[in-house]
């Protein structure tokens, strides 16, 4: 069975730091482009940052100079570094592949207030 766990959210004041992980099982296919999307009340999800598998990396604009996308292909594990958040950065974080998207993960959740 496929799975994505997402972890590593929480409540942070503005201007700290979280560091999400996420930990994709074997029949996955971790070796393809990554990425991180988050979704917030009434929205679809939305991409924030991909990775490929040779570790390319993009972010979107919003977040580019505050958020770090990584991955350690050896662990199956897909990182986001968040600093700087700001209360616009709230939402459920997911994990999953580009394309193709079949099932997600329970995602994280993140909230930035003060």
């Known amino acids: 069975q496929v799975q994505l766990v997402e972890s590593g959210g929480g409540l942070v004041r503005p201007g700290q730091s979280l560091n999400l992980s996420c930990v994709v099982s074997?029949?996955?296919?971790?070796?393809?482009?990554m990425a991180w999307y988050r979704q917030t009340p009434g929205n679809q999800r939305e991409l924030v940052a991909y990775i490929t598998s040779g570790g390319t990396s993009n972010v979107e604009n919003p977040v580019k100079g505050r958020f770090t996308i990584a991955r350690d292909n050896s662990k199956n594990t897909l990182y986001l570094q968040m600093n700087n958040l700001k209360p616009e950065d709230s939402g459920v974080y997911f994990c999953n592949k580009m394309d193709g998207i079949t099932e997600w993960g329970q995602g994280t959740q993140v909230t930035v207030s003060s």
């Open positions: 074997r029949d996955f296919g971790f070796d393809r482009p």
